[in-house]
């Protein structure tokens, strides 16, 4: 029988290496975290652990393990879709758009605000207000949901 990963030992290693003070074992661990809550259904930890990762790989001048976060996120966003769960797509979406726009890439976090926001707009969600002045802050046109 294969055996899983305990999220347990990962919880550990993650409060080590904020006790170490060492922000990279701290965000390899997140990403770690956040592939484990995927594969065990847990889509919003996965997005919420993946956005954090990707933050403190961008932070940490790390663009290699900044993609592969990313790539883990985007793989997330898949699931999410694939499984009709509009809300932790949303949040995928929304994720990736936030480190677009931390990137210097307006146009990218746009695209991907925007679809956050007219699905959040879609099923009701109050983050939609969030992502509305987000892209207010940074200049961005907010698209309409047919629903003004």
């Known amino acids: 029988m294969a055996t899983r990963p305990r999220p347990g030992s990962h919880q550990e290693a993650l409060a080590l290496a904020r006790s170490l003070g060492d922000q990279k074992l701290e965000a390899d661990q997140l990403n770690d975290l956040a592939t484990v809550a995927r594969c065990t259904g847990d889509y919003a930890a996965a997005i919420?652990?993946?956005q954090q990762a990707v933050t403190m790989f961008r932070d940490l001048g790390l663009p290699r393990d900044q993609a592969d976060a990313l790539n883990r996120l985007g793989k997330a966003l898949a699931i999410a879709r694939d499984l009709g769960m509009p809300l932790e797509e949303a949040r995928a979406l929304e994720g990736i758009g936030r480190s677009h726009l931390l990137d210097g890439n307006p146009?990218?976090?746009?695209?991907?605000?925007?679809?956050?926001?007219?699905?959040y707009?879609?099923?009701g969600a109050p983050d939609a207000r969030r992502v509305q002045e987000t892209l207010q802050q940074h200049g961005q046109s907010i698209p309409t949901s047919g629903s003004s």
């Open 48 to 50: 919420r652990d993946h």
């Open 121 to 123: 707009q879609r099923i």
């Open 107 to 119: 146009g990218q976090a746009a695209l991907h605000l925007g679809q956050a926001l007219a699905i």
